[in-house]
């Protein structure tokens, strides 16, 4: 099991592709981890629960195979996105899950991560936790997290509101472990930006929503080339917390995103939309997709970016 200095070490760049709901597949996993960056999903998105450890199956497989074929080659370890919350009644199960297969990085949202911190130490496991507030940070801190993910304005899906230069130096002024970035992170400058901010890693979930291998409807893939910042509205109308969403997607599903009812979706007919299969989340950074690529070429490009950045900084 990596050690945090250890997972930096063994990435080709400094990225962790996020875990995103409906989204995240082994196939896309694979060809992030074989890339270069952490590769994640949700536990979440394998249904029925038994089709869980199939995919860890089926990832575990697919590294080892790249491995043996790709001698010397930088190869990620994957990791897993559980929701540590009482609404979740899969989370003991898929927690075993994890124990047994001795998943490298568990990814935790929601709530207290100390039991899953606990099970995951006992045979080397990282534990990384999204936060979106200093107190969060504090508590998830106080729980014994390897890193903290620090989901910012702009990010895609369930982003908090402060600014990273807020979060990131009040939570680097309290804590000495992994600081992960996530928010409009969609382009290599946006990944140095990080590292200069005393960040370890960066988050990039949205970019790679427009994969060859994501889950994604193509419907959605589209609109992400299609779209820019202003095509993105921040609010809490379909889950009750606020994210990040398509406007074209919300209004595709009947609804005008300029103006939805203050009283949230209980004032809406609950059976349209489908709340995460027909309203679609993306972070503020969406302009910066044009195109529709494999993994492994959008960790290449994202590289190439990164690298000429900071020889431009240098320069």
């Keep these: 099991m990596p050690t945090a200095a250890q997972l930096k070490e063994s990435l080709a760049l400094p990225v962790i592709g996020a875990p995103m709901f409906l989204v995240s597949n082994p196939a896309l996993v694979i060809a992030q981890c074989c890339a270069g960056i952490v590769g994640s999903f ?3 998105n394998a249904r029925p629960q038994e089709v869980f450890e199939q995919w860890l199956v089926e990832i575990e497989a697919g590294l080892a195979r790249y ?4 001698p010397g080659a930088k190869v990620a370890p994957y990791a897993v996105n559980l929701i540590v919350h009482q609404s979740n009644p899969r989370l003991e ?7 047994r297969h001795r998943v490298p990085i568990v990814i935790t949202s929601l709530h207290s991560p100390e039991r899953v911190v606990e099970r995951v130490h006992e045979y080397g496991g990282l534990v990384l936790h999204d936060v979106t507030t200093i ?5 998830a801190a106080a729980a014994g997290v390897d890193g ?4 910012c304005a702009g990010a895609g899906g369930h982003a908090g509101a402060l600014s990273p230069f807020a979060l990131v130096n009040e939570v680097k002024a309290m804590y000495d472990g992994l600081v992960v970035l996530s928010g ?3 382009n290599g400058s946006a990944i140095l930006a990080a590292r200069a901010m005393g960040c370890d890693l960066a988050y990039i979930g949205t970019r790679f929503i427009a994969t060859e291998e994501s889950s994604a409807v193509p419907e959605y ?9 202003a ?6 109308f379909f889950t009750g917390v606020s994210g990040n969403y398509l406007k074209p997607s919300i209004a595709a599903a009947g609804l005008d995103p300029d103006n939805l009812a203050v009283g949230g979706r209980a004032s809406m007919d609950v059976s349209k939309p489908k709340k995460w299969k027909d309203i679609w989340g993306s972070g503020q950074g969406v302009g910066n997709i044009t195109s529709i690529l494999p993994a492994r070429q959008v960790v290449a490009q994202l590289k190439d970016e990164y690298e000429a950045s900071k020889r431009q900084l240098l320069a």
């Excluded at 199960?93 to 124990?99: A, G, I, T």
């Excluded at 903290?148 to 989901?151: E, F, G, K, N, P």
């Excluded at 095509?231 to 809490?236: A, G, Q, V």
Aim: proline share 5%; hydrophobic share 45%.
């Design 148 to 151: 903290l993910i620090l989901v």
């Design 184 to 186: 409009c992170i969609t």
């Design 93 to 99: 199960d898929d927690l075993e899950v994890c124990v």
């Design 135 to 139: 107190r969060h940070a504090r508590k």
């Design 231 to 236: 095509d993105i509205i921040y609010t809490p």
């Design 67 to 70: 491995r043996v074929e790709n």
């Design 42 to 44: 949700p536990a979440l």
């Design 221 to 229: 893939k589209q609109m992400l080339v299609e779209a820019t910042a």
